[in-house]
C-alpha cells in the first residue's frame, strides 16, 4: 500500500538504474513513525526531490496512536537534558536546543492540532485524539512531496562505491525490490513494543557502516516484576504516591522519582516505577549492589516517621495514617512488619514501631526483572551520539547516511519527551539534508 503523496519527477534518476528495474531516490527514508516522518516533514528544498519514507508495519504511526493511552502526549512543557539518559547531556542538549518545545507546539498549531498543558506539566492534542497528531504529520509528509510505503520491510542497507565519485551512495532492498539512494536515514527506532514494527533491525544496518550499538539495549520505561507472594502484589490494581528510589551500596541517593505508583498482579508499574526502571537495570546488570527503596511517605525520613508513630501515642496505625496512604497498604505494610495496625500504637513494641518506620519510608524491594520490551515504553542504548555529527546527526563513519529518534542511545523519561527527541532529531536532520540537495541541485 501507499499512502502519502505522489513525488516530485526522479531529480536522481539513471537509465542504467531503470533498465535494471532498480528505483532511485534521493533520500530514503527507513521508518516512518515520529522521527521518520518529522525528518521528512522538514525538508524543505527548492529543488524538486524524490524522497520516499518505508515502513514495515501494516499500520503507519502504529506508536503515536498508542502513545499516552490513545491520547498521544506530544511533549512536555519543560524539555531539558536532564529528562534523558543514554548519550552525553551535552550531546543531548545540543539536538534538542535546535528544535525545541515551542517549536513542536508551532509545528503542529501550523497543521491544526493545538496542544494544552496538563497538570503534570504534559502536552496533549486538545482533541485528546493521537489520531490527530498523526494525521498533521502525514499532511506534512505530504505538502513535502514525500512518499511513504508501506508494508515495506527494508531488509539490508547497503553501501555503493563509485570509484569515480557521484552517483547514488546507498542501496536499500527488501522483498519488494531496491532503492538507490543519495542520503538514507535511519529512523527505525529501537525494540520497544515489537509489534508496532521496531525489533531492533536498524541497529545490524547501523553495525553494517561501522556503527556501534551500546553493549546493553534494555527495555526502559517499562513494569517491574516482583517475587511471586511479595505482598505488594496482592495489592493489584491500587494506586498511590511514592518515591522510588535507587540507593548505593554506601547509602547515597543515585536516582529517586515521586509520583504515582501502581500495584499489580506481576509487581510495580506507574510513572514512578517506569521512570526509575532503566536506572534500576542499569545497575542490575552490572550487579553493582545498588538496592531499589519504596518511600509510601514521600519526604518523610526515617527518624522523623518514628518519631510521629512515637508520638500518636493512643492512636492506631490505621487512624495515624488514614488521609495519607490507602488503607489496604497500610494493613501490607501492618502485616510485613508484624503489628495489628487496629491497635493503638503505643502497645507497638519499639523494634516493631522502628520496622514500620523502615517499611514506610523505604521498603526495600527486589524486582526479579521487568516485562521485557513488549511492555517498554523506550529502548535504553543504541547508536552513540558520540558517533553523530550532531549539528546535522550525520554519521561520522558514513558520510549520506543519518540516524534518528530511538535508534540513538538516548531514552528521556515519562512526560513527552521521547517524542520531543523523535521531533527535534528529525527536524535536524530534514534541514541538514535540505541543505545538501539545495547545494547539490546549485552545484
Ligand atoms: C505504548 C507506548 C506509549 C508511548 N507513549 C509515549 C508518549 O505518550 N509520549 C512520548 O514522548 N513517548 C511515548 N512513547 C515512546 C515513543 O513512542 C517513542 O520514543 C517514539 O515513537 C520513537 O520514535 P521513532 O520514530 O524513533 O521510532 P518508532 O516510533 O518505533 O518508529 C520506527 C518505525 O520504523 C519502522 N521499522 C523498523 N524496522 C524497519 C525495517 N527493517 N524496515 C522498515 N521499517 C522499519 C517501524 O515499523 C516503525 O514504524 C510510547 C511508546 C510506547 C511503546
Redesign the pocket.
Known amino acids: 500500500m501507499t499512502s502519502a503523496a505522489g513525488h516530485a519527477p526522479d531529480g536522481a534518476g539513471g537509465a542504467g538504474a531503470a533498465d535494471r528495474g532498480v528505483e532511485r531516490a534521493d533520500v530514503v527514508i ?9 525528518t521528512a516533514a522538514s525538508i524543505r528544498c527548492d529543488s524538486p526531490a524524490r524522497i520516499l519514507l ?4 501494516r499500520t ?5 496512536l ?4 490513545g ?6 512543557h519543560a524539555v531539558d537534558e536532564r529528562a534523558y539518559a543514554g548519550s552525553t547531556r551535552p550531546a543531548i542538549r545540543k539536538v534538542l536546543r535546535r528544535f525545541g518545545v515551542e517549536e513542536t507546539i508551532a509545528f503542529f498549531a501550523e497543521r491544526g492540532v493545538t496542544l494544552k498543558r496538563e497538570e503534570t506539566g ?1 502536552l496533549f492534542p486538545t482533541t485528546d485524539e493521537a489520531r490527530t497528531v498523526l494525521d498533521a504529520l502525514l499532511a506534512a509528509v505530504h505538502e513535502v512531496g514525500a512518499e511513504i510505503r ?1 508494508p ?4 539490508r542497507v547497503e553501501p555503493i562505491e563509485h570509484a569515480n565519485g557521484g552517483g547514488p551512495s546507498f542501496r536499500v532492498r ?1 522483498p519488494w525490490g531496491e532503492v538507490e539512494s543519495r542520503y538514507v536515514v535511519l ?4 525494540m ?2 515489537p509489534k ?7 541497529y545490524g ?1 547501523a553495525r553494517r557502516f561501522g556503527h556501534s550499538v551500546t553493549e546493553a539495549v534494555f527495555p526502559a ?1 517499562v513494569p517491574l516484576l516482583l517475587p511471586e507472594g511479595h505482598p505488594l502484589r496482592g495489592l493489584s490494581g491500587l494506586t498511590f504516591d511514592a518515591e522510588l528510589r535507587l540507593v548505593g551500596p554506601t547509602g547515597k541517593v543515585l536516582e529517586r522519582f515521586t509520583n504515582s505508583t501502581l500495584c499489580t498482579h506481576f509487581g510495580l508499574s506507574g510513572p514512578s516505577v517506569l521512570d526509575i526502571s532503566r536506572y534500576w537495570t542499569a545497575e542490575r546488570r552490572v550487579d553493582s549492589g545498588v538496592r531499589l527503596e519504596l518511600a509510601c511517605l514521600p519526604g518523610v525520613v526515617r527518624e522523623r516517621c518514628h518519631e510521629e508513630l512515637v508520638g500518636a501515642g493512643g492512636v492506631s496505625l490505621l487512624a495515624h495514617l488514614r488521609g495519607r496512604i490507602p488503607e489496604r497498604l497500610i494493613r501490607v505494610v501492618a502485616d510485613a512488619a508484624g503489628v495489628d495496625p487496629t491497635v493503638s500504637l503505643r502497645q507497638v513494641p519499639k523494634v516493631q514501631r522502628q520496622r514500620l518506620a523502615h517499611l514506610l519510608t523505604g521498603w526495600p524491594l527486589e524486582p526479579t526483572g521487568d516485562r521485557g520490551f513488549t511492555h ?4 535504553a542504548g543504541g547508536v552513540p551520539l558520540a558517533e553523530l555529527r550532531l549539528e546535522t546527526m550525520e554519521s561520522r563513519v558514513r558520510p549520506g547516511l543519518f540516524l ?5 542511545d538516548v ?2 523519561r ?9 521531533w527535534a ?2 527536524f535536524v536532520a530534514g534541514r541538514a539534508i535540505t541543505e545538501r540537495l539545495d547545494l547539490g541541485a546549485s552545484g
Open positions: 527507513v521508518g516512518a513513525g515520529a522521527a521518520g516522518l518529522m518505508l515502513d514495515g508495519a503507519l504511526g502504529a506508536k503515536i498508542v502513545a499516552g493511552g491520547r498521544c502526549n506530544v511533549t512536555h504534559k508501506h515495506c520491510r527494508v531488509e527488501g529512523a527505525t527506532g529501537g520497544a513494543l508496532s514494527g521496531s525489533d531492533g533491525a536498524g544496518f520505561l517498554a515504553e523506550v529502548t534518528v529518534g530511538e535508534i540513538c531514552d528521556g515519562i512526560g513527552g519527551f521521547n517524542f520531543q527527541w523523535a532529531s528529525g
